[in-house]
Structure formats: C-alpha cells, structure tokens
C-alpha cells in the first residue's frame, strides 16, 4: 500500500464509514466513523509521500515505532494516542491494514472487536457456527457481520476464523485466507475431520461455558 487511494478505500470498507475533507484543504482526506464522526483514518501528503494517522492503544504506539522507522510519533496529534505512518514502501501492506483497523475498533464503537475476541475463545480441534460466535460477541442476530468481520481478519494468525463454519457445518467457500480447501486443511491440521468440504457438528461443535 503506497497510494491514498489504497488507503482511502481500505478505510471505507469498514462498516458505517464515510470520507470527509474538514479543512477545505484537498491535501487532507480522513474517513470517519458515521454514528460518533470520529476521524479513524487521515490521509494527507508530506515530504513527498502519503502519510496516515492512526490512533493506538499507547501500548502499541511504541511497538509500531520500534519496528518500522516509518512509523512515527503523530504528526499534529497527541503523540501517545496517534502514529503517522509514512507509506514509502518499507512497511508490509498486512501491518498497514492491522494497524487501520486497530484505529477503527478504538475509535468506532464497532462490533468487530467482540467478534474476534469470541473466535480467540474456540478451542483448537473445535468449531463453532457463526451464530454461536454471534452469540458469545453479544447479539445472537449479526450472523453476517461476523462472516463480514471475518473476511477481513487482521492477524488470522491469533484471530482462528477457519474454526468458523455456518448452521450445517460447512466450510466457507469464500474462506478469504485461500478458499474451502485451505480451511480444511487447517482444521484436518488440528485434528478435526472434514468430509466433502464439511464438519460433523454432533461430534466437533465447541461446547460453549457462557
């Protein structure tokens, strides 16, 4: 990701979402969060490159900074809640993207982040339907914003949405991480038996404590 328009668009993907130009200043483009018009994402150019402000977790602030020299203390924003990402090419597009939802989830009051903290709680060589993880995330009735959120996992790695099939115990067609068979694969990995693209329920379903 190099581009504002990369960053504009992967900005807007996010659920209730709009672009807004406040200063009337075209070199300053944000996307903000509809119901509390809090600005997630700003976009602005600089020293020849797109930059992008994110909020943080202050904790986090400090990690981005030590791993990339191109993330940097907020430009014009409060240095421990706000990083400036400079998209000069050296910083991978995944941590780009990590790093935008991680504002989003703080500054929106999204359902995102419960929904992945419920796929955390699936234990390995279990599944669970995405009506159960609506359930543990606190609305039994947003079975396709978990399906939504899933698809765009920031850190499948400690986010294990291939242990999420629907009501009949299918794989996802769809998997967004290589499709059914890549999701069969890890889960046969974790020892769950899947028999033409599909889980028995009755015998590897997560039996929830909640």
Same mark, same amino acid.
């Given at each position: %990701?190099?581009?504002?328009?990369?960053?504009?668009?992967?900005?807007?993907?996010?659920?209730?979402?709009?672009?807004?130009?406040?200063?009337?200043?075209?070199?300053?483009?944000?996307?903000?969060?509809?119901?509390?018009?809090?600005?997630?994402? $700003?976009?602005?150019?600089?020293?020849?490159?797109?930059?992008?402000?994110?909020?943080?977790?202050?904790?986090?602030?400090?990690?981005?900074?030590?791993?990339?020299?191109?993330?940097?203390?907020?430009?014009?924003?409060?240095?421990?809640?706000?990083?400036?990402?400079?998209?000069?090419?050296?910083?991978?597009?995944?941590?780009?993207?990590? %790093?935008? =939802?991680?504002?989003?989830?703080?500054?929106?009051?999204?359902?995102?982040?419960?929904?992945?903290? =419920?796929?955390?709680?699936?234990?390995?060589?279990?599944?669970?339907?995405?009506?159960?993880? =609506?359930?543990?995330?606190?609305?039994?009735? %947003?079975?396709?914003?978990?399906?939504?959120?899933?698809?765009?996992?920031?850190?499948?790695?400690?986010?294990?949405?291939?242990?999420?099939?629907?009501?009949?115990?299918?794989?996802?067609?769809?998997?967004?991480?290589?499709?059914?068979?890549?999701?069969?694969?890890?889960?046969?990995?974790?020892?769950?038996?899947?028999?033409?693209?599909?889980?028995?329920?009755?015998?590897?379903? $997560?039996? %929830?404590?909640?």
């Amino acid at each position: %990701m190099q581009t504002r328009e990369e960053a504009l668009t992967y900005g807007l993907s996010f659920p209730d979402t709009y672009q807004d130009a406040p200063f009337h200043d075209a070199n300053w483009q944000l996307v903000r969060y509809t119901y509390n018009k809090k600005a997630f994402l $700003w976009t602005y150019e600089r020293d020849g490159f797109i930059n992008l402000n994110v909020k943080v977790d202050p904790d986090n602030a400090y990690y981005w900074r030590r791993i990339y020299d191109a993330v940097i203390p907020g430009y014009h924003q409060n240095k421990d809640h706000w990083n400036t990402i400079i998209l000069d090419g050296s910083i991978p597009e995944k941590d780009i993207k990590l %790093m935008i =939802a991680e504002s989003y989830d703080l500054i929106s009051d999204s359902p995102s982040k419960r929904i992945y903290e =419920a796929v955390k709680k699936i234990p390995k060589g279990k599944v669970a339907t995405y009506g159960q993880v =609506a359930s543990v995330a606190g609305d039994k009735n %947003m079975a396709r914003a978990v399906g939504n959120a899933l698809h765009k996992n920031p850190d499948p790695s400690s986010i294990p949405c291939h242990r999420v099939v629907n009501a009949k115990g299918e794989l996802a067609g769809q998997y967004a991480f290589g499709g059914a068979w890549k999701q069969g694969e890890i889960l046969e990995a974790e020892g769950v038996e899947v028999k033409d693209g599909r889980v028995d329920l009755n015998k590897y379903q $997560w039996k %929830m404590d909640y």
